[in-house]
């Protein structure tokens, strides 16, 4: 039986979120603030005891101009892997809602890595499918991650496990004079403008202002935005989020100038020193291309994360519920063409 998450029970919730292995900050209600074009719900399983044993929240948000919608659960789900019945309670708690909201697909992308077949099995057999591709951030969510296991580990411990090239440039860093301070909303004009520079030399698409500002306010404490200056001028800037005992690198931005002066390092290592703080198990770098050839131009960005010492890691990758096979087929096909149009447009925009 699946039971969905009132106000009343929301707090429970997010106390099972945070101390579970698999938890993850985008399944929490304080991410949800960060949408709000999209309604949130979220859906447990119980056990015998009357303790979650499982949940999974959701995304839903209408398809512009069709009575349907798309439902996503970032990361779910959240419970045991080879706990079938759970897994099970779960999706048809998310079907229940999908035929509530007319939605034409469930999407998640667990946090499961590709070995696990056996949990792929199980979704498989529920109806998923998995979508192919990922290799080089075409899914929603990174599929090849960096992970650096932090738990029980002291500074020096955790450095030690650093390449030589990589804890040569923090040293870099602190010598030639580079600050690294927390900072507020005050300073996220200054990460944005940085933000778009890195864009549009590395040809992705950036978020509005509002959005950055946002989610400091909306995560409050979870969240924290790292900048980094060089003779009083931000010269480089991540923004990172804690939840239960992971740190997540979330975004990152360098200016074109004093790159030489290794700013991305040592802002890495005081996120790093953030999660050691907070008692985490995982620091988790986020994204990294799967094509690992050196002629990739995202190559340097696997160098980069590879050299803090954390486990390359690849998860099973996005899995979708087809509920309505011709919407399906029609609105990802076009929204695959849509994100490549807007990457184009932003590029000539904001090159010129």
Known sequence: M???????????????LQSHPKGNFAQSALWAKQKPMWIWRAIVSRGTDGAIRGAMSVLIRKVPGTPFTIMYGCRAPVCDLDDRQTIQDLIEGARALAKEYRSYV??????????NQEFAGILKEIGFRCKEGGKNFEAIQPRYVFRLNIEGKTEEEVMAQFHQKTRY????????????????????PEFSKIMLETGIRDGFVTRR???FANMLENLGEHARLYMA???GEAIAGTLAIWYGDKVWYLYGASSNEHRNLMPNYLLQWNMIQWAIEKGCRIYDFRGVSGDLREDNPLYGLYKFKKGFGGEFTEFIGEMDLVLNRPVYFAVEHGTNAFKELRKRVFLLKNRK
């Open 169 to 188: 440039n923090i040293r870099v860093a602190v010598k030639k004079g580079v600050e690294v301070r927390i900072c507020g909303k005050e300073m996220v």
């Open 209 to 211: 202002p509002e959005y």
């Open 106 to 115: 469930v999407k998640i992308d667990p946090d499961v890595p590709s070995s």
């Open 229 to 231: 200056f060089y003779e």
């Open 2 to 16: 699946s039971e969905l998450i009132t106000q009343d029970t929301v707090s429970e919730y997010e106390a099972f």
